[in-house]
């Protein structure tokens, strides 16, 4: 076969592209991967936390039993292939922010302890924090060290003569019914990963994309613990050293990825409030999430162009579902397997 015919192209090397040409390498498929390395991808703005509950109701996350051991599994494996630490076990410190919510957890406590529990606090933690309504652990979390994931998975691509550093243009994109070419490249098959900018794909668009943007502050906290995450009115995550994420907001369909001063204002106010050890702001990143009103992934092939596919649509939570899903997609495009029903395109109606 020609070097520059490949079984699958992938557009896009955030998380999804990341993981679903992981699990298709696996699979013995020779894969070429096409991303323009923007700095504005939300992979690179996330903070890679995986939590297994949500809301004021403390509910277990959308298939959590399900996607957290296969996340958990896939990175421990890319971590060994790539040897890169890429996750580690980091639980939520959840302080509560009223009586309210202190009872809330209580009551979950008691009916289903799943996932939390009621650990004292190390004295330096506990002096850290203003927390007069006390606290409950979420646990197990964890935490993907997303830079080296996709720095790591990058280079190997790149050794293995698997990425292409471009932006995707449609115009050379020629989708004939056996073969995709791109430019100098044919394919047997396309997948589009290509986050928030999927809403502007000719073929995808249809898909009731609705982007969500956060920001967050990435700020010095010296002396602060950073073997947990802590969530109160903002989360302040490990990043690097003594560098932590703080964040982050949830403003639905703006697409606009600047830094904004009210965000800032907000979180230091938050900060302020809330942390006792003196701290410096020293960047503010932001970025687009790729979400959807329904909260579902838009993970499948097109009805019409067969050899053409999409990953994507995964909103706050691409670092528990993707990898799940990445394996899902693989056995669908190899194997012609069923995908999950709330995640399947077909569950829209797409028009040629
Ligand atoms: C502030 C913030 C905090 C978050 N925190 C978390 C968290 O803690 N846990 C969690 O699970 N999720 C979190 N998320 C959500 C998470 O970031 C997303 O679910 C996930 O990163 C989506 O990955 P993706 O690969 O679909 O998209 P992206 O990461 O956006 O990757 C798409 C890639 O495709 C490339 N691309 C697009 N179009 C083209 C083109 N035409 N040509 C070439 N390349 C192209 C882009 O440059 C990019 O590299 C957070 C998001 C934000 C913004």
Same mark, same amino acid.
């Not at 490949?6 to 992981?22: A, M, P, R």
């Not at 939390?116 to 964890?142: K, M, Y």
């Not at 997609?329 to 190899?334: D, F």
């Not at 709330?342 to 040629?352: S, V």
């Given at each position: 076969?020609?070097?520059? +015919? ?7 090397? =955030? ?8 699990? %298709? ?15 504005? /991808?939300?992979?690179? &703005? ?6 297994? @509950?949500?809301?004021?109701?403390? !509910? ?10 296969? /996340? ?5 494996? %890319? ?12 639980n939520i410190i959840n302080f ?12 979950? &406590? ?24 006390? +606290? ?30 471009? @932006? ?17 490249? *044919? ?7 290509? =986050? ?10 249809? %898909?009731?994309?609705?982007? $969500? ?22 989360? &302040? ?9 703080? =964040?982050? $907001? ?17 979180? *230091?106010?938050a900060l302020n409030e809330w942390?006792? %050890?003196?701290?410096? @702001? !020293? ?6 999430? #790729? /979400?959807?009103?329904?909260?579902? #992934?838009?993970?499948?092939?097109? #009805? ?11 909103? *706050? ?14 056995? +669908?495009?190899? +194997?012609?397997t069923p995908i999950d029903n ?7 109606? &797409?028009?040629?």
């Open positions: 076969m020609h070097s520059n +015919h490949y079984d699958i192209i992938i557009v896009g090397q =955030g998380v999804c592209g990341t993981v679903l040409s992981s699990a %298709l390498i696996l699979q013995g498929q020779k894969v070429l991967v096409i991303d323009d390395g923007s700095n504005k /991808a939300a992979s690179k &703005i996330a903070s890679g936390v995986i939590n297994p @509950v949500t809301g004021r109701r403390i !509910v277990k996350t959308w298939q959590i039993d399900t996607v957290m051991p296969s /996340a958990v599994r896939i990175y421990q494996e %890319l971590e060994k292939k790539l040897g890169t630490r890429i996750i580690k076990q980091c509560h922010a009223s009586e309210q919510m202190q009872k809330a957890f209580e009551d979950r &406590i008691a009916e289903d302890s799943t996932y939390l529990s009621r650990q004292p606090l190390p004295n330096t933690i506990a002096a850290a924090f203003e927390a007069p309504f006390g +606290h409950t652990v979420i646990d197990p979390c964890w935490l993907i060290h997303l830079e080296n994931l996709l720095h790591d998975w990058r280079q190997y691509l790149i050794e293995k003569n698997a990425l292409l550093q471009d @932006v995707f243009d449609f115009k050379k994109l020629d989708n004939k019914a056996d073969q995709i070419i791109y430019d100098k490249y *044919t394919a047997n098959k396309i997948v589009f990963c290509e =986050g928030a900018k999927g809403e502007d794909n000719p073929y995808f668009k249809q %898909l009731p994309f609705a982007p $969500n943007k956060g920001e967050a502050l990435l700020v010095k906290i010296a002396g602060l613990d950073n073997s947990y995450i802590y969530k109160k009115a903002v989360s &302040i995550v490990p990043w690097k050293d003594a560098v932590f994420w703080v =964040g982050s $907001n949830y403003e639905w369909n703006n697409n606009n990825d600047d830094p904004s001063l009210a965000f800032k204002e907000k979180t *230091t106010a942390l006792q %050890l003196p701290y410096q @702001v !020293v960047d503010h990143i932001a970025a687009v999430r #790729p /979400a959807n009103i329904q909260r579902r #992934p838009f993970v499948g092939m097109h #009805p019409t162009f067969k050899n053409m596919g999409i990953f994507n649509g995964m909103g *706050t939570k691409g670092c528990s579902l993707a990898p799940y899903f990445a394996e899902q997609m693989t056995e +669908h495009i190899l +194997h012609q709330e995640a399947t395109i077909d569950r829209f109606h &797409i028009l040629a």
